[in-house]
């Protein structure tokens, strides 16, 4: 099955044309960490997302974008997620998105640290009413994350057919789809076995 991804740049999304375009679910940006001020956001288009998506009778799942440079920073992050959901239910998981490799020296934290940030996220996330999963691309799942078989995967590769070889239960494809609903180029990802 495929679904979208969305967050605040897609703007006002009409998911009642999303699922008559074959959609059966969407990924959600819950919220971000500020670049600048490091402080967690909630997504302005977070709320209507997720209620509208549900109302049209899509599968929902969540992801936090941050770069937690700690394992204390990461298990603020999560449960500032939990708190953020209240109880809502989703069919899929809450994502840890960290993409911010082009500062990893900055931050001073070792391979290791990383991945215990990742695992102390997702099963600070386990351990509520939600499952954990990590979102990274192709080469960072092969050359970063060293615990990816500890718990699922969103993989991040731009191709008509990924040779990754590693585990996953989603492929987001490509960044630049077209599906009526959404203005503009939008992530189409692939779910496998939900």
């Known amino acids: ?13 009409d998911y009642e044309k999303v ?13 971000y960490q500020g670049s600048v001020t490091k402080n967690l956001a ?16 899509l599968k929902v799942g969540v992801y936090l974008y941050t770069d937690a440079s700690s394992v204390k920073e990461a298990k603020e992050h999560a449960l500032w997620v939990i708190d953020v959901l209240g109880n809502k239910k989703l069919d899929l998981p809450v994502v840890f998105d960290w993409e911010d490799f082009p500062k ?9 640290e990383l991945n215990e940030i990742a695992n102390t996220f ?3 996330i386990n351990n509520s009413n939600y499952e954990g999963m990590l979102y990274s691309s192709k080469t960072y799942l092969e050359n970063f994350w060293d615990n990816r078989k500890n718990y699922p995967v969103w993989l991040a590769h731009y191709t008509n057919k990924t040779d990754y070889d590693g585990d996953y239960v989603m492929w987001q494809m490509t960044s630049s789809g077209r599906i009526p609903g959404v203005s503009g180029p939008v992530d189409i990802n692939i779910l496998y076995n939900k």
């Open 122 to 124: 997702i099963e600070t």
């Open 104 to 112: 990893f020296r900055k931050h001073r934290i070792s391979l290791y």
């Open 42 to 57: 909630i997504d302005s288009y977070y709320e209507d997302n997720i209620r509208k998506a549900k109302e049209a009778g």
């Open 19 to 31: 699922k008559e375009a074959g959609a059966t679910f969407v990924m959600i940006r819950l919220g």
């Open 1 to 13: 099955t495929f679904g979208i991804d969305v967050s605040s740049w897609q703007k006002d999304v």
